[in-house]
């Protein structure tokens, strides 16, 4: 009783500081969201006369912020693509680049087929190919895109190392794949307005530097990143053999955001489609420091194709121990509609990140079943060290 009294004596000023700080963050969000307009706003069926607003031909703004950014972007932010997808064989493909100064690029390839075996880059750091103005590249990984937020070309024509099912045995193989990546949702776009309760609890529960004044705009620098989700299809062939045809369903996200924002940054997110539905998510949980703390966002884009912001995030990732080459997790998160997802994890794989940001992912495939349907997807965890000043750095997996 004594304990308890105590408890909620020290807890009740504590309480009041933390609402005091959720109040000036939201208002400091709504002023922010006011001022602020959606950079997707592009379209209307209204507008009769302007084959912009109907969509015939692609706004600028789309072409710009799916071709490779300047020189002088890349001194402070980010320039990233990443593609995923998975289906019903458990068959799963992750490319991703990330530009750097000096065309310096880091690539990371993760592809798992129908019989169990993976294939990834022994060396991640690579250079970029002279660019038409919309191509991404890494070494022998190339994308770009066919038309801006609607289909991109993923080519791959190298060595990977291939790794078996119970992981014993390695080794190095060539692999060319050719995949078309096509959209099937809305842009998902990373803005204040989409779930303003939920960030202004998570700047609320963070430390802030400058006392009565929400770190927004340091949230929204960090986490300028964009979503959509779409089907990949194409071919794989392993040492010449014949080609082996893939159906996959996934994700295109692209990070623009401000790298010294996201220094300490510590992330957890789960990728995941059922197949048999046509039910995709992206949930995220973010924390960086003076910043923002169990930080949720993402979407979900239901069976109707709806794309809904996320609103409430729980993840809970059960500890790997030496025995068990798999483990278990749980998700539970809101919409406004309630779900609530359960699994089993694959052991990790690391991949190393050197360009922009120093610091490390955790990659793990998974099985779930959401509403007794059966899904597949990706938990990426991970930690940013710092800001890479030497782009030049050599980081491999």
Request: net charge negative; aromatic share 14%; with cysteine.
């Given at each position: 009783?004594?304990?308890s009294?105590?408890?909620?004596?020290?807890?009740?000023?504590?309480?009041?500081?933390?609402?005091?700080?959720?109040?000036?963050?939201?208002?400091?969000?709504?002023?922010?969201s006011?001022?602020?307009?959606?950079?997707?706003?592009?379209?209307?069926?209204?507008a009769?006369?302007?084959?912009?607003?109907?969509?015939?031909?692609?706004?600028?703004?789309?072409?710009?912020l799916?071709?490779?950014?300047?020189?002088?972007?890349?001194?402070?932010?980010?320039?990233?693509v990443l593609?995923?997808?998975v289906?019903s064989?458990?068959?799963?493909?992750?490319?991703?680049?990330?530009?750097?100064?000096?065309?310096?690029?880091?690539?990371?390839?993760?592809l798992?087929?129908?019989?169990?075996?993976?294939?990834?880059?022994?060396?991640?750091m690579?250079?970029?190919?002279?660019?038409?103005?919309?191509?991404?590249?890494?070494?022998?990984?190339?994308?770009?895109?066919?038309?801006?937020?609607?289909?991109?070309?993923?080519?791959f024509?190298?060595?990977?190392?291939?790794?078996?099912?119970?992981?014993?045995?390695?080794?190095?193989?060539?692999v060319?794949?050719?995949f078309?990546?096509k959209?099937?949702?809305?842009?998902?776009?990373?803005?204040?307005?989409?779930?303003?309760?939920?960030?202004?609890?998570?700047?609320?529960?963070?430390?802030?530097?400058?006392?009565?004044?929400?770190?927004?705009?340091?949230?929204?620098?960090?986490?300028?990143?964009?979503?959509?989700?779409?089907?990949?299809?194409?071919?794989?062939?392993?040492?010449?053999?014949?080609?082996?045809?893939?159906?996959?369903?996934?994700e295109?996200?692209?990070?623009?955001?401000?790298?010294s924002?996201?220094?300490g940054?510590?992330?957890?997110?789960?990728l995941?489609?059922?197949?048999?539905?046509?039910?995709?998510?992206?949930l995220?949980?973010?924390?960086?420091?003076y910043?923002?703390?169990?930080?949720?966002?993402?979407?979900?884009?239901?069976?109707?194709?709806?794309?809904?912001?996320?609103?409430?995030l729980?993840?809970?990732?059960?500890?790997?121990?030496?025995?068990?080459?798999?483990?278990?997790?749980?998700?539970?998160?809101?919409t406004?509609?309630?779900?609530?997802?359960s699994?089993?994890?694959?052991?990790?794989?690391?991949?190393?990140?050197g360009q922009?940001?120093?610091?490390?992912?955790?990659l793990?495939?998974?099985?779930?079943?959401v509403?007794n349907?059966?899904?597949?997807?990706?938990?990426?965890?991970?930690?940013?060290?710092?800001?890479?000043?030497?782009?030049?750095?050599n980081?491999n997996?």
């Amino acid at each position: 009783m004594v304990l308890s009294s105590i408890i909620t004596l020290f807890s009740a000023p504590l309480e009041f500081i933390y609402w005091i700080k959720w109040i000036l963050a939201y208002a400091a969000l709504r002023i922010y969201s006011f001022f602020q307009k959606g950079r997707f706003d592009l379209y209307d069926i209204h507008a009769l006369g302007d084959p912009v607003k109907l969509g015939y031909v692609v706004p600028q703004i789309e072409k710009e912020l799916e071709s490779p950014f300047p020189e002088s972007h890349l001194q402070d932010s980010a320039d990233e693509v990443l593609f995923y997808g998975v289906n019903s064989n458990s068959e799963c493909l992750l490319v991703r680049i990330a530009r750097g100064l000096n065309q310096v690029a880091d690539a990371w390839i993760y592809l798992k087929l129908a019989n169990g075996k993976t294939y990834n880059l022994t060396e991640t750091m690579g250079y970029q190919q002279t660019s038409d103005g919309r191509t991404f590249s890494s070494g022998k990984l190339q994308m770009h895109y066919l038309s801006p937020m609607r289909r991109w070309r993923i080519f791959f024509c190298g060595m990977l190392r291939e790794t078996s099912v119970n992981k014993a045995d390695e080794e190095v193989v060539f692999v060319k794949f050719v995949f078309l990546w096509k959209a099937s949702s809305d842009v998902y776009d990373f803005t204040m307005d989409t779930n303003p309760e939920g960030f202004a609890s998570a700047i609320a529960r963070a430390e802030w530097k400058v006392p009565f004044l929400p770190p927004v705009q340091k949230l929204t620098g960090a986490l300028n990143l964009y979503a959509q989700t779409g089907v990949v299809t194409g071919t794989v062939s392993v040492n010449d053999e014949p080609d082996y045809e893939l159906y996959l369903f996934g994700e295109k996200i692209r990070s623009l955001g401000k790298s010294s924002n996201i220094v300490g940054c510590q992330f957890t997110s789960v990728l995941g489609s059922i197949p048999s539905t046509g039910l995709s998510f992206q949930l995220t949980n973010v924390s960086a420091p003076y910043s923002f703390k169990n930080l949720p966002f993402g979407f979900v884009v239901e069976t109707d194709g709806n794309l809904e912001p996320l609103k409430e995030l729980d993840i809970n990732v059960e500890p790997f121990s030496g025995k068990k080459s798999r483990g278990s997790f749980n998700v539970n998160f809101s919409t406004g509609e309630h779900y609530e997802l359960s699994g089993r994890i694959e052991e990790p794989i690391v991949f190393y990140s050197g360009q922009g940001w120093s610091g490390y992912l955790d990659l793990s495939f998974i099985e779930f079943k959401v509403k007794n349907r059966k899904g597949y997807g990706l938990i990426l965890s991970g930690y940013v060290l710092n800001i890479l000043k030497d782009q030049g750095i050599n980081i491999n997996s």
